[in-house]
């Protein structure tokens, strides 16, 4: 199925016909996009505004329907981006062409780079959340800056993390800068939100052991066991995670701290602990395999006595 304009394509950098191009950042559509920048509009809609190549990319790879595609030619520069307009074709995807001072009204980024989207909210419910036989799960609870969340789920990305899950009813996942601080990755990676409450229940339902990094654990994170399934359980810099949490731990860990304050940031923390659970993992997985690997010829006596 072609995009849906009203006129055929011509060349890449000239989606829509100059005629149909919106230059006014009056106009409804431009109005809409601006509304999208506050947490009630979007989840009136269930959708959040994704900008930029690079993230649209990853997120159409990750499966996301792009209900609308807003594109302004003159500020296009990146050729890959005739691989995106591909495979949005196929699957029949509007596109609008805005002109730079209604794109500048849209955009929320300081240098645009003439791409922006509407997609659905990326939220699950915790129901919705799939899980591996071996979950790797990151719990992030009253995490609120996109800068923090963005770089957590970046990490989560890396790691081949299950799922990021924010333990607080204030998490907006599909803040536009979240999506734009996680590079896309909050569409690559299950989110879901919830009460800390709500989290612990859900991680007891599906028997998931926590560990706790927290400063006050005389456990360091290299000297615990994460190999098995386990969720990674961390709290903001100024107050760490609430009381709910160490009561029903499985473990706390620390990362050591050799400086003068006593708390690293929760994105770094995070990032951390989840890549020790990587590495222990790959060295088990590692040993695990060279136990049971098969010899490659069969076993004779070579001896020559008798």
Known sequence: ??????????QYGDLLPASAEITSAANARVKRLVALRKRSARDAEGVTVVEGLAELTLAVGAGVRVQTLY?????TRDPSGRGLL???????????????AAFAKASYRESPDGWLAVVPDPTLA??????????????????????????????????????????????????P???????????????????????????????LPTVVATPDSATLYTDLD????????????????????????????????AGQVNSLNVATSAAVVIFEAVRQRAIADSSAAKHHALPSEPQTNRGGGG
């Open 1 to 10: 199925m072609p995009l849906r304009h009203s006129e055929p394509m011509t």
């Open 71 to 75: 594109v302004c030619p003159s500020l």
């Open 86 to 100: 591909d495979v949005l074709g196929t699957a029949g995807t509007e596109v609008v062409r805005l002109g730079k």
């Open 126 to 175: 915790l129901a919705e959340l799939e899980l591996s036989e071996r979950p790797l799960v990151l719990i992030a609870e009253s995490v609120e800056k996109p800068g923090n969340l963005g770089a957590m789920l970046r990490t989560a990305d890396a790691a081949g993390a299950d799922a990021v899950i924010a333990a607080s009813g204030v998490t907006d996942w599909g803040n």
């Open 177 to 207: 800068n979240v999506v734009r601080a996680s590079k896309g990755t909050v569409f690559s990676v299950p989110v879901a939100s919830g009460t800390s409450e709500q989290v612990l229940a859900w991680l007891l339902g599906h028997k």
């Open 226 to 257: 994460l190999t098995g399934g386990v969720a990674i359980v961390l709290g903001a810099e100024h107050s760490g995670v609430s009381d709910i949490w160490p009561a029903v731990a499985g473990a706390t860990v620390r990362i050591p701290m």
